[in-house]
């Protein structure tokens, strides 16, 4: 079965430093999310891509966040100067269309857990 | 806004024994998707279950049986005979459909962590 890959599944980065996270989705796919979980807290959604823009994101997705579909497969997450409250394992999803009669759930990659030093 | 809300944060049982897990939610769309997911210690996010809004009827999956009543806003999820590879941390998740057709995000709770004890 098709799966969304996340990576690396470990960074661990200096505080202010730049970090890019990697996502492949799954390929027929047509929306991508990212959310964020920071240890021992619920799972929090990011922000979620379509169309090449942003269509929706959260307060947490600030102006340190940048989202890209660089090519025709990779969906990366860019955290342009890191802070140590940054610390947390983010997950990549994936999605065909969803409806009210043809509903398609979200799929997601194991994480990427990123630890800023 | 939508909100998912999982007032038991720990729950500790012997192997065998039945668990059950509470979710409540609050939205204001009539259509809208619930889910459980559970998260092993390795982390990774296991989709167990999806539920429409307009389908109220209770599923069973094995061990598993889901508990849908929109009358209370609730979604409870339990595991019948525990086993020790049942210990998880297990989110319930709810999707509005909105005006938008697709790619809606999803909220979860805050998460019940199961520990089953051999």
């Known amino acids: 079965e098709p799966e969304v890959t996340q990576t690396p599944s470990h960074q661990v980065t200096q505080m202010g430093q730049e970090v890019i996270l990697r996502c492949v989705p799954i390929?027929?796919?047509?929306?991508f999310y990212w959310y964020r979980q920071i240890l021992g807290q619920k799972v929090e959604f990011l922000v979620s891509f379509y169309n090449n823009e942003i269509s929706e994101k959260s307060e947490i997705f600030d102006d340190q966040f940048s989202v890209e579909r660089p090519d025709g497969s990779n969906f990366t997450l860019k955290i342009r100067s890191t802070k140590l409250e940054d610390s947390a394992m983010y997950f990549c999803?994936?999605?065909?269309?969803?409806?009210?009669?043809?509903?398609?759930?979200?799929?997601f990659g194991d994480g990427t857990r990123l630890s800023i030093l | 806004a939508q909100k998912v809300t999982q007032a038991q944060t720990e729950i500790s049982v012997v192997e065998k024994e039945d668990v059950t897990l509470d979710c409540v939610y609050e939205?204001?769309?009539?259509?809208?998707?619930l889910f459980w997911y559970k998260q092993p210690p390795s982390g990774e996010l296991v989709f167990l279950i999806r539920?429409?809004?307009?389908?109220?009827q209770n599923e069973i999956s094995g061990r598993y049986s889901w508990n849908f009543q929109k009358s209370t806003s609730s979604f409870n999820f339990t595991i019948t005979a525990s086993q020790v590879v049942d210990s998880a941390v297990y989110f319930c998740?709810?999707?509005?459909?909105?005006?938008?057709?697709?790619?809606?995000?999803?909220?979860f709770g805050g998460g019940t962590r199961v520990l089953v004890k051999p």
């Open positions: 999803a994936s999605s065909e269309s969803q409806g009210a009669t043809n509903f398609r759930p979200q799929h």
């Open positions: 539920r429409n809004s307009f389908d109220e």
């Open positions: 390929s027929n796919h047509l929306y």
């Open positions: 998740a709810l999707s509005e459909r909105g005006i938008k057709a697709a790619g809606n995000k999803l909220t």
């Open positions: 939205t204001r769309d009539t259509t809208y998707y």
